[in-house]
C-alpha cells in the first residue's frame, strides 16, 4: 500500500508555529523536529501510511519544540529561532502543497498588534485633548431653584 501525505493545518504565533497533521485513531507515530525541517509518520487505523515531510521557512530551535497526540490528530509546537517574526508561509519553498492548510480558526494577525495598540492610544490622547480645550460649560447661576422644587411639588 503506497504512503500518503497527512491533511496538515497550521498557524503562527510569535513564539511558535503549531502544525496538526489530522489522522485520526493513529498509531505508530514517529514526528521528527530538526533545525530546518520536520518529518511526521504515522499509521491509521485501517493500516494506511502517512508520511509529510516539511523544509521549514526559516530555523527552529528543535530543542523547545514538542508533539501531542490525540484520537483525531497530531498536535506539533515548534518553537521559532527568531521570536516575534511572522512566517508569511510554512514552507521553505513558496509553493503550498494541495494537503498543506492554513488553520483559520486559530489563525490571529499578531505581527501588527503593537502598532495597533500604540495608534489607539495617540486616538483617545487625540480625543482627550479635544475634550480639554473646549470652552468651559455654561454657567447655570441663571436658573432658580425655587422655581424647580415648586413645580415638582405640585404635581
Known sequence: MARQHA??????????VFMEFCV???TDVHVL????RIVFSCKNAD???F??????????????SQDKRS???ITCFVRKW???VAWPRLTKEDIKPVWLSVDFDNWRDWEGDE??????????????EKVSTKRPPPAMDDLDDDSDSADATST
Open 7 to 16: 491533511r496538515t493545518l497550521w498557524y503562527d504565533r510569535p513564539k511558535y
Open 24 to 26: 485520526e485513531d493513529s
Open 33 to 36: 523536529i530538526e533545525d530546518h
Open 47 to 49: 493500516g494506511v501510511e
Open 51 to 64: 508520511y509529510n515531510e516539511i523544509e521549514f521557512y526559516a530555523k527552529v530551535n528543535c530543542k523547545d
Open 71 to 73: 484520537g483525531r490528530s
Open 82 to 84: 527568531k521570536e516575534k
Open 115 to 128: 502598532e495597533v495598540e500604540l495608534a489607539q492610544v495617540d486616538h483617545y490622547a487625540e480625543l482627550l
